[in-house]
């Protein structure tokens, strides 16, 4: 009876639904939990002018003994460029996925999370990270598309995080 028990709690707490998130100025739209925030910021480079959108939401998961929670983050990034790109003939795809790269390693040496797995593709940047001292690991995925650029992240304990939430939620970007 308590297997039981254990099982349907399991279900519940591991199925909470995610919702779907639009976003016509980014143009995307993705699956995330039910509560969520949302921050804007802006930024200039000496290439770009970036207009920044993070949303971040997290559900709960517990198997058995292990409970904890399922974090997951989007941050979407629109580039417009500066003149410098046009005036040194560059590829201003190229200028973003280099940036995005850079950017993104050095918050993983600064988070002290170390690049497990790493892969990349015309348009896409994925990673797998962890951080020993806390048992986390976090799957990454960047896509680029045009003068933007979308970051998904979800992250937990070792031992909650399976592939059926990363499919999911890597799975439910539209990007329009």
């Keep these: ?14 199925t909470q639904e995610l919702v779907k998130y639009s976003n016509k100025d980014y143009s995307f ?41 399922l974090l997951y983050r989007v941050i979407c990034y629109k ?15 190229d200028v973003i996925i280099n940036y995005t790269k850079h950017m993104n390693e050095e918050s993983f040496k600064s988070n002290n999370l170390k690049i497990e797995r790493e892969n990349q593709s015309s348009d896409t940047l994925n990673y797998i990270l962890s951080d020993d001292t806390k048992g986390i690991v976090d799957y990454r995925r960047i896509v680029f598309r045009d003068s933007s650029s979308y970051c998904m992240s979800i992250m937990s304990n070792k031992k909650l995080l399976k592939s059926e939430y990363i499919n999911e939620f890597f799975n439910s970007l539209k990007i329009k």
């Design 1 to 14: 009876m308590k297997q039981i028990l254990l099982i349907l709690s399991f279900l519940f707490l591991s």
């Design 29 to 69: 739209e993705i699956k995330i939990p039910k509560t969520y925030t949302i921050n804007n910021e802006r930024y200039e480079e000496r290439f770009a002018s970036i207009e920044i959108i993070k949303i971040s939401g997290s559900r709960e998961l517990s198997y058995g003994i292990l409970k904890g929670n």
């Design 79 to 93: 580039y417009t460029s500066k003149p410098i790109i046009k005036e040194n003939k560059f590829d201003f795809h």
